[in-house]
């Protein structure tokens, strides 16, 4: 791969639908190898910007770039559903140059894929799982993924997540994850791109965003400095804030503060933007 030094790069990217802009004036840089939970709410534009990464749709304004062979795998996974699971895998090396048959393999046995099954009699997840397959085999520098994890029973996101790590590992992937189901991120995300309303609300390596932001709990009306408050919830005499901190997390007064997990932060961002 050519050392360009960002794996996807966008700026001041927008795309404008009749009915108004999905996503507007987005810039951020992702690095090789690492791996990026997109997040936000519904409709917040993670699908339509997977879709630009990819190729597959023209922005309105600004670019995306990304360097090195891009896998993409859409939401609906597009599958040819008369073909059996083995007739997939013979279309994908047929067709990509880059095909690895033994790590498709491996992979198949690791979903229990059976190799006979048509691919319409497959289940959600089980379809979900080959999609994975058939992009990680032709072996991209970078892969786009779309819900990914939406449809697999709980055994199932685990190990898919392992093969994931394993190629992120092994050959230096770039995976770009858009998924509502938080708790299984964390861990495993280095990187967060949350989106709100087509816009990028916050971005940036996971624990330094966990290290920028404190929990509080306060009495209410308490004075939080310079910290710029991001949300808060209100009881009865006390109030539960999350804060990004601006300059040194200097909370004297407080009770209470602790750094968020991630899960917390990303809730916190997306409770500010739906209030907003
Ligand atoms: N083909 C289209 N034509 C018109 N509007 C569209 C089209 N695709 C998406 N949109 C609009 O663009 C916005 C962003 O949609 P997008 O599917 O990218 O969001 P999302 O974050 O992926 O949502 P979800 O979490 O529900 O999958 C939404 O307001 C949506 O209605």
Redesign the pocket.
């Known amino acids: 791969m050519l050392d360009v030094g960002f794996a996807v790069r966008a700026n001041g990217l927008g795309v404008r ?3 108004g802009w ?2 507007r004036d987005c810039s951020f840089e992702l690095a090789p190898g690492t791996v990026t939970a997109l997040v ?10 997977l879709r630009l990464a990819a190729g597959l749709q023209r922005p309105t304004e600004g670019v995306v770039e990304v360097s090195g062979e891009v896998g993409f795998v859409a ?1 609906e996974k597009p599958l040819y559903r008369a073909f059996t699971v083995a007739e997939m895998l013979r279309f994908g090396r047929s067709t990509n140059d880059s095909w690895d048959q033994e790590y498709a393999e491996q992979l198949v046995g690791e979903a229990r894929l059976p190799a006979d099954a048509k691919v319409g009699s497959l289940s959600g997840g089980h379809r979900a799982r080959l999609a994975l397959v058939l992009a990680l085999a032709r072996r991209p520098q970078v892969l786009l993924l ?2 990914p994890l939406s449809e697999m029973d709980p055994v199932a996101r685990e190990t898919t997540m392992r093969a994931l790590m394993v190629a992120v590992a092994e050959t230096g992937l770039t995976v770009v994850l ?1 998924s ?1 189901v938080l708790a299984e991120l964390e861990g495993v995300c280095d990187h967060l791109l949350l ?1 709100d309303q ?1 816009s990028v609300r916050l971005e940036g390596d996971v624990e330094e965003l966990v290290e920028g932001h404190r929990v509080v709990v306060a009495a209410r009306g308490a004075d939080f400095g310079d910290h710029e408050v991001v949300t808060t919830r209100e009881g009865e005499r006390q109030v539960t804030a999350l804060l990004r901190l601006v300059g040194p997390p200097d909370l004297p007064d407080l009770p209470e503060a602790s750094t968020p997990a991630l899960n917390e932060l990303v809730v916190a961002y997306l409770r500010a933007g739906e209030a907003a």
């Open positions: 639908y009749r009915r999905a996503l936000g709410a519904n409709g917040a534009g993670k699908s339509t910007l939401q779309d819900e858009s509502h989106l087509g």
